[in-house]
């Protein structure tokens, strides 16, 4: 168990565009760590505006793992996260470096934290089919009602158009007769196998979502409806796990013709917004987190970062 717990772990997570890259960066530098994104849309390649992936020259020459790891018609799920994330951490430990995992998917995060257990939700390929086919034929806020039926803290966390995670979820309530919810909240009492720190960095409501307005203007401005062409003329459709990505999914609709580009925009802005609430509602649930609000560091990132190290020291992490 000591050697277990001797793998040392800083997550810094938040919600969407507070300015976690560029802290992580900093952090990275000051003890040695070397960066996993958390980010469920920056793993795959030829997505780069609209995940608002970190650019090389950001990196400060840090490593960061997990970025351009998969074409977009590959799958990505929580659990082939969690085995790619375990396999980089180890080699970066063996650089005598620290793991830091940096992002907003706190689900992810957790699974890796706390070593979540999914071995025993394997696929039922005939009644996903069902569900799958069902969310073609009535939409997937059918489907998401079900799920709210079924087991509405879930809800809280996973959003009506990723119909993968609502299908999962109502998989294994229908397989194992137990909410998927009250399974991860199990799974999250075991004892985490690391000596870790959890940071979660935020900001004022109003100033968090005065950045991301600006982030979602300027990802437009940087070329995100070609981005987003691009992906459609290698074949990327809706259905694609990848394409279910604030921002790609509604230019994609843009570009078949179903909306204006202003509505587009407007659903970028206010879908995006809604999610960063939902990522706090979820950091607030987490157990052992350390919140750091900007304004109480008069945004000093100096001060941030001074404030996070000792921390770290006093967890015997650095």
Known sequence: MNEAFDKKLVILTGPTAVGKSELAVQLAKEISGEIISADSMQVYRHMDIGSAKILPEEMEGIPHHLIDVLEPTEEFNVVIFQKMVKEVMEEIRQRGH???LTGGTGFYIQAVLYDIDFTHNDEDSHFRRQLEQLAKDKGNETLYERLKQIDPESCESIHPNNVKRVIRAIEFYEKTGKKISQHNREQQENL??????YFVLNDERAK?????DKRVEKMLSKGLVAEVESLKNMGCTRDLVSMQG??????????NGNCSLEEAVYLIKRDTRHFAKRQLTWFRREKEVTWINKQNFDYSSQDILDYIIKILQERRIV
């Open 208 to 212: 968090l979502y005065d950045r991301i």
């Open 98 to 100: 620290i793991p830091i």
């Open 246 to 255: 604030l921002g790609y999914k509604e230019i994609l609709d843009y570009l």
């Open 192 to 197: 985490s196998p690391y000596r870790f720190a």
